[in-house]
């Protein structure tokens, strides 16, 4: 009795201890875009310090359809929070537009629940169908077909526009309904646009597509809620999912020993889930096929986004824990030295994955390794999202114009179509010109393409994410065609770390721009030494980014004149796109001959940057040195 008493009390204390450190998480990030609304109510609805207001209260956002739509409310302490006691039922298309201030990554969460008290109608077999923008987040989705009472839905989507639309489609002669919604923002800096697709291929393309959370754990702790969360994620207990429960222990620390790497904070996950963590359940096993393996059922249509976090909050010195960390049947990472990263322990790391599945499920295993001293692993969190496929969808293969209706989908993409109409129309007014251009360059391109020999290498490129392999691909995909950059390079200069391009332009502060191209934006910087810089920043959705970087490398590996800016060197951390030049303080050489207004030359339509050239051509600068 004494020991379980002591077990008990120790649960407690590290229970407390793990909240307190997180209770101040929830205003670590406020949100531009913060809509929260509660269906169907009549009154303000709080949930943890947080306040859903009626939908019958328009403001930042308008509600419309062309039906009834109906409001019921229950009182149901059963449901895990007051949002499921309302909700509004709708007999014809409903669509609620939200205003949105910051365009970027946010949450959409959506909450069913199918009251009892319903009125004629039998919810828990109305077909659920919800659409946002151009991404179906739903398809006919029954309570009939699963055995929850109520449904909790959570997507990161990237809205590009100052709008999102979210629609509840009923089929079928039934209805629909939802009983909350929340549009949030969420830090750019969130989802970087780099992922590991395995076996061994980078992935990007990340911001054009859509995840849905399936999976969110607190490896070896207690549930993190939402108000102990900077974004107001849930976390939940790892125990259910690993495959053998005596392979792990629960091993924790005091939240207060975390310590966040430069670049890092509490919105990628609370301290309380790096200060917990499943280590093996005897370690130094002699067998190094003993694994901590955790499973999660899935779809096999779709391929899903995996974050793994790590802290090692085991070792007593560096370099004492290395192991082997696996998705599926493939090395993740291989010899995992989290002390070694840093220089320091109790810090926390994460990386991503990209991964198929094709028995139904997604595996999550971590184990010594052969080499290391001591024969034993650990994990602190787990993600699993899936993600959107090619026809934008996270239930099948029918895209958001073969559920809405059509009068509706032109209603929700009126000002697009506008928009189109009239780029359309200046387009086509320009292709007259610009066909006879393009005519010739093409010629140009085959002639000189001719001459040369298909296995030259015309540049040395630069090595992004880290690889050492001298390719560049396109790795064909369930959701399409990701794009997937290997390069490798010599003698291109200085290797910039991420905090030394964000310390050296006071992290990309406005104030220090020096122009705007295709490529992306200039920046004035100052290193560490009072060396001044020109920090040129890639912009990794732009195709024509990726171009022109290729040919600003091309053309600097070949050419070295006291006229030419010189190359210091470059980052590629976080899939950037950085170039550090040595900075021309009195501007470049066309400024000089033409000045400020440099006179438009032939077929010149483009806009222009800060520093007077067309956006779009090639990106050396002849600039004349100060004496």
């Known amino acids: 009795m004494g020991k379980l008493r002591t077990l008990v009390w120790n649960s407690c204390v590290i229970f407390f201890l793990l909240s307190a450190a997180d209770s101040n998480a929830a205003a670590a990030f406020t949100p531009v875009d913060n809509h929260l609304i509660a269906c169907g109510s009549s009154q303000n609805v709080s949930v943890d310090g947080r306040v859903f207001v009626p939908d019958s209260r328009e403001s930042s956002f308008v509600l419309e359809t062309s039906g009834d739509s109906n409001s019921v409310s229950a009182v149901n302490s059963t449901v895990p929070s007051p949002v499921f006691q309302c909700l509004r039922i709708f007999s014809e298309p409903a669509y609620y537009r939200f205003d949105i201030q910051q365009p970027g990554r946010h949450w959409v969460r959506l909450y069913f629940y199918p009251l009892p008290n319903g009125g004629n109608h039998d919810l828990t077999s109305a077909p659920l169908t919800v659409a946002a ?68 291929a980078p992935f990007t393309g990340l911001p054009e597509l859509g995840l849905e959370t399936m999976y969110r754990l607190n490896v070896g702790g207690p549930p993190v809620p939402p108000r102990s969360d900077t974004l107001g994620r849930t976390w939940e207990t790892d125990a259910k999912y690993l495959h053998v429960n005596s392979s792990a222990v629960k091993v924790s620390v005091n939240p207060s020993t975390v310590t966040y790497p430069d670049g890092m904070t509490a919105a990628t996950a609370p301290k309380s889930v790096y200060a917990t963590a499943d280590a093996m359940g005897d370690a130094n096993v002699t067998d190094l096929n003993f694994n901590i393996t955790w499973v999660f059922p899935v779809d096999t249509s779709f391929q899903y986004f995996v974050r793994l976090h790590f802290c090692d909050i085991v070792s007593k010195a560096l370099n004492t824990l290395v192991f082997n960390v696996y998705v599926n049947s493939d090395l993740a990472i291989g010899s995992l030295d989290l002390s070694s990263l840093k220089m320091a322990l109790s810090v926390p790391y994460y990386k991503d ?81 610009v066909g006879l251009i393009a005519l010739c360059c093409y010629c140009c391109f085959v002639s000189r393409k001719s001459k040369t020999s298909p296995h030259t290498q015309t540049w040395l490129p630069l090595p992004l994410y880290g690889n050492n392999s001298h390719t560049i691909s396109k790795v064909s995909t369930r959701s399409g065609t990701a794009s997937c950059i290997s390069l490798a390079s010599t003698n291109l200069g200085r290797i910039f770390t991420f905090q030394e391009i964000m310390d050296a332009t006071n992290k990309f502060d406005e104030s220090l721009l020096l122009g705007v191209g295709g490529f992306g934006k200039v920046y004035k910087g100052t290193l560490e030494d009072d060396t001044k810089v020109a920090v040129k920043r890639g912009n990794p959705r732009s195709e024509q980014g990726l171009t022109e970087f290729h040919t600003e490398i091309e053309m600097l590996s070949k050419l070295r004149h006291r006229h030419l800016v010189s190359l210091i060197g470059y980052c590629d951390e976080r899939s950037e796109m950085i170039l550090v030049y040595e900075c021309m303080a009195n501007g470049p050489l066309r400024s000089h001959l033409y000045g400020a207004s440099p006179p438009r030359s032939r077929g010149d339509s483009g806009s222009r940057s800060a520093s007077g050239r067309p956006e779009g051509c090639t990106t050396f600068t002849l600039a004349p040195r100060r004496a």
């Not at 100052?162 to 489609?169: N, R, W």
């Not at 290391?372 to 958001?400: H, P, Q, R, T």
């Not at 114009?401 to 009239?422: Q, Y």
């Open 353 to 433: 994955f990209v991964s198929n599945s094709t028995d139904g499920t997604v595996t999550v295993s971590v184990g010594p390794d052969p080499v290391a001293d001591v024969s034993n692993a650990i994990l602190n969190g787990l993600e699993v999202m899936k993600i959107s496929n090619g026809a934008k969808s996270f239930y099948g293969l029918n895209s958001v114009k073969d559920l809405l209706p059509e009068s509706s989908s032109s209603s929700s993409s009126e000002k697009k179509k506008k928009l189109g109409i009239v780029i359309g129309s200046v387009v086509g007014g320009a292709l007259g010109a």
């Open 133 to 200: 923008d151009d991404f179906v987040l739903m398809n006919n989705f029954t309570f009939r077909n699963t055995n929850s009472t109520y449904l909790f839905k959570e997507y990161s989507l990237n809205v590009t526009s100052d709008s999102l639309v979210l629609a509840f489609v009923p089929s079928n002669g039934s209805v629909s309904f939802v009983n909350g919604i929340e549009v949030v923002s969420v830090p750019d800096e969130l989802i970087y646009d780099q992922a590991l697709a395995l076996p061994n």
